[in-house]
């Protein structure tokens, strides 16, 4: 079972850009679909990227020509490239794993298709 641990959080001012990395142990990336999620206190958590094991992206309309995720099989890491932060990016960001084959794109944005998960970083955009 993939273990995944996120890095990469921290405070930035809006406009700015950071980079998630999700690093991946006990087995090798490319065998999953990965997705990218935030959450906010009082809110339904919100799917913002998805990239396949075909390594085809998919993004959230929130987030569409501002993030970017992309994998490095060698570091067996993922990765979320956020450019012009807005104030509503703040959120827990986590990563996570599907193992499963023929999962819908559709599904990819759901929580329930996803059975391991990251600890979660926190980003916080100043206004």
């Known amino acids: 079972q993939v273990q995944l641990v996120e890095s990469g959080g921290g405070l930035v001012e809006a406009g700015g850009s950071l980079r998630l990395s999700c690093a991946a142990s006990?087995?090798?990336?490319?065998?999953?679909?990965m997705g990218w999620s935030r959450q906010t206190p009082g809110k339904e958590r919100e799917f913002v990227a998805v990239?396949?094991?075909?390594?085809?992206?998919y993004y959230g309309d929130s987030v569409k020509a501002r993030f970017m995720c992309t994998r490095d099989n060698a570091k067996n890491t993922v990765y979320l490239q956020m450019n012009n932060l807005r104030p509503e990016d703040t959120a827990v960001y986590y990563c996570?794993?599907?193992?499963?084959?023929?999962?819908?794109?559709?599904?990819?944005?759901?929580?329930?298709?996803?059975?391991?998960w990251g600890q979660g970083t926190q980003i916080t955009v100043s206004s």
């Open positions: 990239s396949t094991r075909s390594e085809t992206r």
């Open positions: 996570a794993a599907d193992r499963h084959f023929g999962t819908s794109v559709g599904s990819l944005f759901r929580k329930g298709s996803y059975e391991n």
């Open positions: 006990g087995d090798t990336l490319s065998s999953y679909n």
